[in-house]
């Protein structure tokens, strides 16, 4: 603020308290419990921290965490851009329902997401039977935490794009569309460039929620150590077990992705912010 | 190129924007579409372009039904009232994309191509402003560069959707010339929209009224002037 | 007047057509995932809830036990939504309003419930809020226990639904811009009664917004709960960890039962946000 214009600004006095009290406030909620993280996990040093990582159950958790990521994000991300080119790009019946139905996941607790998908695949599950009869695994297995990790990050992507999308408008498709160019290219070269910030992070809020997701995965993945244990679920093991040294390092590995994240995201604010939907999540 | 466009129907919702709308251009006219806001001039100028589908009617370009061939099979230049540039190709890039696009058996060469886009440049006046973005570019610098992007193709129809609409008047005046000179070097069939009935005056060899969805009046602008064919028109160009 | 000619192939009356192709790809793709992914888990999920029959089912999802779970889990949410209401408008008013050092900082910052695993929270809260923590030692020598009970639950879900309120108002503070402030000031008014009467009717739907939002999302919270909540039955148990209780007992149906309740809640919440957002859309641009 350049001008101290009293008409339309508070006292330096009050300005100051505010903003005191607003960094307190963060603090306090997020500050202290995001330095815990790291401050718990090399409470006892260095070599604890290490071990803890290179433990083989942590590591078999690292391994599944990143398998889930890599399988579900790009599943999204593609199904997310599919979606919402069908709704910006194009006008039919049920649009305004389609939209409601991606914000869906969002509302659901991830404990009734695991359940849903537990009463489909599990032993007792409609497909239950005929699962076990053809031996695939899918509640209590990797497949099923895929499926779970699918549905708590499925609007991520779509709700990104949907918005940006459709303050570009059309006019750029259309040109391209009478310049002769066929549908796979005026995406490629006209859509894509225009939202490749907004999807980027879009895919990146994607992936930080597929790596650290825990009620739903809790819930369809039956807890085998080892097997079906994701890093989070892994937290809560060692946790439960008083390694509280153990799983607090584990704990900063996901913390340390969660500030990746945000320091991505404050950079694409920075510099690409007008390719970023102002949408409440 | 010769346009015909036979009865064309089109509503939105509950409002009949196009009733039954004939018109017959001949090749290599200059023809201006005139009409108020509203009148359906633009969306009569994107059925001819396959933007929007008629409800009813024909569209035939040199004899030959159009009316179910795709936006991209019509041999049209189009330019859209607001640019429509891609906005992250330089300007090279946006000219040369309606030949970038071509299927590799009909594609020209890259020195063709390159060749081409230099030569549009010099047609529109913007010489050496191949490696600028569209963001660095004045209203009409852009309007421009749209021209010259819908030419690249050789389109024997040019089809301008309002295309001064944004820009000042001085710039207006310098770009109308332009124009007309491209479109008789060119030999192009062009028809323009727009609601500036002085502007059509100044450019077009005809101009169509259009007004509560039908063609009121379609003639030479002298002949729109001394006769009026109803008091649609008469209200119009005062 | 010539007839008018019907050409081969026409489209419905008054719907306008996109040109753009991919339309049938993009949408069988769309309806594929979403069908497989959500409709066919939540029809799953309703068909057991009524496979179960009217007594069974209230007898499941309106227990006490239940009851008290659902009260703890609203009842929390509610307040924490509140908190943020309250303090999330704060931030959200210095980080638009103001410049300082650390602005952009604290900004990022807002955003780490987002990007931070629920566990790993959940067990950061604990450590800090727990009487041997940073925050909890001092309180405990007040005589106050902030985890392990209610309290707990209610600064998880704080933590939790802080984004929701901050990033819903801070466009529209941004928006608002110092026209109508600098009007109510040559009208005499000072400071407060402006951000009062002016300021704060201007952004109250997207205040409401933003509570309702994170009042929906902590309702069904978990990860970030369990590990501060103390979760004994009855007292500081809540509803999503009920559901997980029921499940590893195999007491399927009381689950399902449970997580209806919990689901329909959260669509009618939903449903009740996307109409109000609606409203207002309709409301400013009329």
């Known amino acids: 603020m350049s001008a101290k214009n009293k008409a339309t600004s508070e006292g330096l006095v009050t300005r100051t308290l505010l903003i005191l009290a607003a960094v ?16 718990e996990a090399f409470a006892h040093g260095l070599a604890a921290f290490k071990a803890a990582i290179v433990d083989p159950d942590a590591l078999a958790a690292i391994k599944l965490t990143l398998t889930v990521a890599a399988i579900s994000v790009p599943i999204n991300m593609v199904c997310g851009v599919a979606a919402a080119w069908a709704i910006t790009k194009h006008d039919f019946r049920g649009k305004d329902f389609l939209i409601s139905l991606i914000d869906v996941p969002f509302s659901i607790s991830p404990v009734v997401a695991g359940l849903m998908y537990l009463l489909l695949f599990g032993a007792q599950g409609w497909f239950g039977d005929w699962l076990t009869e053809h031996n695939i695994q899918i509640a209590f297995a990797k497949p099923g935490i895929v499926l779970a990790t699918l549905i708590v990050t499925l609007p991520f992507v779509a709700r990104e794009l ?40 879009g895919v990146l809020l994607t992936n930080a929620r597929a790596m ?46 969660a500030l990746v994240t945000l320091a991505v995201k404050s950079f694409l604010e920075w510099r690409h912010s007008d390719q970023l939907a102002a949408s409440g999540h | 190129m010769t346009i015909t466009v036979r009865n064309i129907v089109k509503g939105f919702g509950n409002y009949p924007a196009l009733k039954d709308v004939s018109l017959d251009i001949e090749d290599g006219a200059f023809v201006a579409l005139l009409g108020p806001s509203g009148s359906g001039k633009t969306t009569l100028l994107r059925i001819i372009a396959g933007l929007e589908t008629a409800e009813g009617g024909q569209i035939l370009f040199g004899g030959e039904d159009v009316t179910d061939r795709a936006p991209q099979d019509r041999g049209i230049g189009f330019v859209f009232q607001n640019y429509a540039l891609f906005r992250h190709m ?117 101009v169509a009224i259009l007004g509560s969805g039908r063609i009121e009046q379609y003639g030479t602008p002298e002949a729109v002037q001394k006769k009026p064919a109803n008091d649609y028109v008469r209200e119009f160009l005062s | ?53 009217p007594t069974h089912f209230v ?11 659902y009260e703890l889990s609203f009842g929390a949410a509610l307040a924490a939504a509140a908190v943020n209401a309250v303090f999330g408008l704060l ?34 809260l604990t450590a800090v809020y727990a009487n041997t923590g940073w925050v909890g030692k001092p309180a405990s020598a007040f005589g106050l226990a902030l985890a392990y009970n209610p309290v707990g639950v209610v600064i998880a879900l704080t933590f939790i639904g802080l984004p929701f309120v901050v990033r819903t108002v801070e466009p529209v503070l941004t928006d608002l811009g110092k026209g109508i402030e600098e009007a109510a000031a040559t009208l005499g008014a000072g400071r407060w009664t402006i951000f009062r009467r002016v300021v704060l009717p201007e ?16 309702v069904g919270e978990y990860g970030s709960v369990i590990f501060i909540a103390g979760n004994m039955p009855f007292k500081s148990e809540i509803a999503p960890l009920l559901i997980v209780t029921k499940l590893e007992e195999y007491d399927y149906a009381g689950a399902t039962a449970i997580a209806t309740v919990l689901l329909l809640s959260s669509l009618a919440l939903l449903l009740l946000i996307n109409a109000y957002q609606g409203r207002e859309l309709r409301r400013r641009s009329a």
């Open chain 1, 24 to 39: 307190a406030y963060i603090a306090l909620i997020l500050l202290l419990p995001l330095a815990s993280v790291f401050s």
């Open chain 1, 212 to 257: 650290g997701e825990f009620g739903a995965v809790s819930v369809i993945s039956g807890h085998i150590r080892g097997e079906t244990d994701t890093m989070p679920l892994q937290v809560e093991v060692l946790y439960n077990e008083y390694n509280f040294a153990a799983a607090f390092s584990v704990a900063s590995l996901l913390a340390g992705l």
């Open chain 1, 162 to 201: 949907i918005p940006l999308m459709q303050a570009q408008g059309r006019e750029e498709e259309e040109a391209a569309l009478t310049l002769g160019a066929p549908g796979w290219r005026i995406f490629l070269w006209v859509t894509l460039p225009n939202i490749r910030w907004g999807l980027l992070y």
């Open chain 3, 59 to 69: 007898d499941a999802a309106f227990s006490r036990r239940a009851i008290a779970s």
């Open chain 3, 203 to 218: 952004i109250l739907p997207a205040l409401i917004t933003g509570f309702a939002l994170a009042f929906a999302r902590g």
């Open chain 3, 1 to 53: 007047m010539a007839t008018v000619s019907l050409p081969l192939s026409r489209t419905g009356r008054g719907r306008r057509k996109s040109p753009l192709p991919g339309l049938s790809l993009t949408l069988g793709i769309t309806i594929t995932w979403l069908t497989i992914l959500l409709l066919l888990p939540l029809v799953a999920l309703f068909l057991k809830s009524v496979t179960l029959g």
């Open chain 2, 90 to 206: 330089t300007v090279a890039h946006n000219i040369a994309f309606g030949l970038d696009v071509m299927k590799r058996s009909q594609r020209p060469e890259k020195a063709a191509i390159k060749a081409r886009v230099e030569e549009l440049l010099e047609l529109v006046q913007l010489p050496g402003y191949g490696d600028r973005y569209p963001a660095q570019l004045s209203g009409g610098q852009r309007q421009r560069v749209a021209l010259a992007r819908a030419l690249a193709r050789e389109p024997s129809i040019l089809l301008l959707d309002e295309p001064f609409g944004a820009l000042d008047a001085k710039v207006r005046r310098e770009l109308r010339g332009a124009l007309r000179e491209i479109h008789d070097r060119v030999g192009l069939t062009s028809l323009f929209v727009t609601h500036d009935y002085e502007e059509a005056f100044a450019l077009a060899d005809k």
């Open chain 3, 91 to 124: 931030v959200a008013w210095v980080l638009v309003r103001y410049r300082f050092p650390g602005r952009r900082l604290l900004s990022a910052l807002v955003d780490l419930p987002f990007a931070l695993p629920t566990a790993v929270a959940g067990i950061a």
